[in-house]
């Protein structure tokens, strides 16, 4: 019993990877990485067939580029929620190329430790970062790149967004 028991749960482990949660400015490194948070931030199972869909879906990466990041606020409604979890993909060749009004994190300097989530559009000609939250009450944000590095700027691509559901009010029906 004990060997197929550990069997099983090493098929399991074999099925899952674990990867953290960033957190708000906390995501930024000086070179425009996205850092791990290290061993103490949560960390959520993420099945590697799924995984590798979304990184074959969106252009490449490794199990490793992926992180979970806890959005807040409501720019970006509705497409994401406040207090919704996205999953980024930070590999090297999404930040580079960035596609037209895909979602991004982004910050607006290289020297900025802020990051945002943001509908991307990169304007070449004028050598410009156009932000757009899709929430209309909230101003589009032209960024002049004056020769930062791209990747410094695009910390990774938003590749998918779950729902946080522990805040919501239940229904009001009585069932």
């Given at each position: ?16 990877l674990d990867r953290p949660l960033i957190v708000g400015a906390a995501t930024c490194g000086s070179g425009g990485e ?68 895909g979602i991004y994190l982004v910050r607006r300097s290289p020297e900025d430790n802020e990051a945002r989530v943001k ?36 910390l990774g691509r938003v590749v998918w967004v779950g729902r946080y559901l522990l805040d919501t009010d239940p229904p009001?029906?009585?069932?």
């Amino acid at each position: 019993m004990w060997a197929d028991g550990a069997a099983r749960q090493a098929s399991m482990e074999e099925a899952f990877l674990d990867r953290p949660l960033i957190v708000g400015a906390a995501t930024c490194g000086s070179g425009g990485e996205v850092q791990d948070p290290g061993p103490d931030a949560s960390r959520y199972a993420l099945r590697r067939d799924f995984a590798a869909r979304i990184l074959q879906r969106c252009g490449g990466g490794k199990e490793e580029d992926l992180f979970f990041l806890l959005c807040r606020g409501e720019s970006m409604s509705p497409t994401i929620q406040d207090k919704e979890i996205v999953l980024l993909n930070a590999a090297m060749q999404i930040r580079m190329e960035p596609k037209n009004n895909g979602i991004y994190l982004v910050r607006r300097s290289p020297e900025d430790n802020e990051a945002r989530v943001k509908r991307v559009r990169l304007d070449k000609a004028k050598g410009q970062l156009v932000l757009a939250s899709d929430n209309r009450a909230y101003p589009t944000v032209m960024v002049d790149l004056e020769g930062a590095p791209l990747h410094q700027m695009i910390l990774g691509r938003v590749v998918w967004v779950g729902r946080y559901l522990l805040d919501t009010d239940p229904p009001e029906e009585d069932w």
